[in-house]
């Protein structure tokens, strides 16, 4: 068989649904041509959503940033501040997000993300305190936020165990984790971009600890600061392994890495075919993973529609409020009605989804979308001709 004839076939036993092994997706990664590998995994999420492939989904969060002081330094990061820099670190008192998620609600939000820096003075009873007060005055939103790092953080600060602090933040009110904080899962990348963090096995022992408590989640690969593509198969087959024992990781969301304002020098970043080719591969690779999300914040919103042909069901949200790859220069911005026209424009029918992925409002007649969306447009054109880059109400889209 030549070699374009053993990828042909490789690709077609993917597309069947056949498993393939981290060398078969690393050779479909850097070799089958991008058009196959697209359609392939368009296949493949065609028939896991026979019946519903038609729909792309997206959601209406707010991503509340309670702190940027961090104590971890990551070297891609242009959000935090160490805690010495009193000048430019900040936190947000109770009532201040709380206000936040007030305006959420009014603005049709289903969710937050509660995202922030790894304060040397947050442990678990900061999370305890804040999310029973979320829940208490707002119990329609769910909170979808952090992720292992944190839990690994607030865990040292209080000096209990990563199941107990889970067990106590998900008792106040956490309904399930973000990806937040893999990364990188592999030692070496992980090491270059964020060596004061936790270590790739760390953080999936983690989330297989909050799986094995019913806390689910979702996972996460930030491309683009410098790994190779073996280390980029190499974290899709991390989180596959876990996901066999526990099922626990709801959806896979690749972004590319936003060069601004921060301490890793001389990177280049993933380009659009290399993100197309990991969204095609991970619907492939992934079989146990449900969700493969399309993230236009980074890469920009055609490349967004693109990957909806590539095996993304998903295109994230509109999200009304984001601070952290913003910092790092992500510029793609977009409001409800826009994403709707995108979706549309790919071919698909919108769907308004719950953080659990069933659908809440399927835009199947654009005589029927939403006529109040005026407040989410008005607020973002305001922040955005404003210019600020530490906007109020910003909609753009994000993980
Ligand atoms: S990515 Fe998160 S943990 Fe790393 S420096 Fe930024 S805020 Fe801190």
Redesign the pocket.
Known sequence: MTANAEVQALLDRAADGGRITPQEALDLYRSAPLHALGAAADAVRRRRYAGTEHIATYIIERNINYT?V?????K??A??APPKDTAKGWTRDLDDILRRCAETVELGGTQIMFQ???HPDYGVEYYEKHFSAIKQAFPQLVIHSLGA?EVD?MARISGVSAEEAIRRIHAAGLDSFAG??A?LLPERPRKAI?P??ESGERWLEIMEIAHNLGVESTSTMLMGTGETNAERIEHIRMIRDVQDRTGGFRAFIPYTYQPENNHLKGQTQATVFEYLRMIAIARLFLDNVAHIQGSWLTVGKEAGQLALHYGADDLGSVMLEEN?VSSAGARHRSNRMELLHLIRAAGRIPAQRATTYEHLVVHDDPANDPVDDHVVSHLSSTAIEGGTAHPELTVIQAS
């Open positions: 940027n961090c104590v971890t330094a990551c891609f990061c959000f935090y922030g820096g790894h790092s953080h937040a904080g990364e964020a004061l963090k952290v």
